[in-house]
């Protein structure tokens, strides 16, 4: 199994940016397709931002949501996956999972997503 493990989770204010990192336990760096997905209370886990595994080609995802504010990268070197979130809002606020799942990855059905992390908050205030 491959573990996960997500931070950066803050306070932040309306406006402001947050980076959150996932670092994975697995030598095989390149071949995981990875993502984040959120969930806020009452409201169903959302699929964020995914990107795919580097050997079939790193395409990636954004949910309408955070189309143009938030993006997502990866540092190949540190197996780390990266989120960028600016002009965050307070419809950001969540907890904040870091997924992985070998080769392809589809950020709308995470039942399908085998590898998850504990998760990170994200509280973002008016």
């Known amino acids: 199994p491959v573990q996960v493990t997500e931070s950066g989770g803050d306070l932040v204010q309306a406006g402001g940016s947050l980076r959150l990192s996932c670092t994975t336990s697995?030598?095989?760096?390149?071949?995981?397709?990875m993502g984040w997905f959120r969930r806020s209370p009452g409201k169903e886990r959302e699929g964020v931002s995914c990107i795919g595994s580097v050997i079939k080609g790193e395409t990636t995802y954004y949910s309408d949501s955070v189309k143009g504010r938030f993006t997502i990268s990866r540092d190949v070197a540190e197996n780390t996956l990266y989120l960028q979130m600016d002009s965050l809002r307070p419809e950001d606020t969540a907890m904040y999972y870091c997924?992985?799942?070998?080769?392809?990855?589809?950020?709308?059905?995470?039942?399908?997503?085998?590898?998850w992390g504990q998760g990170t908050q994200v509280t973002v205030s008016s």
């Open positions: 697995t030598r095989n760096f390149k071949a995981l397709a």
């Open positions: 997924a992985a799942e070998y080769w392809t990855i589809d950020c709308r059905a995470p039942d399908q997503v085998q590898y």
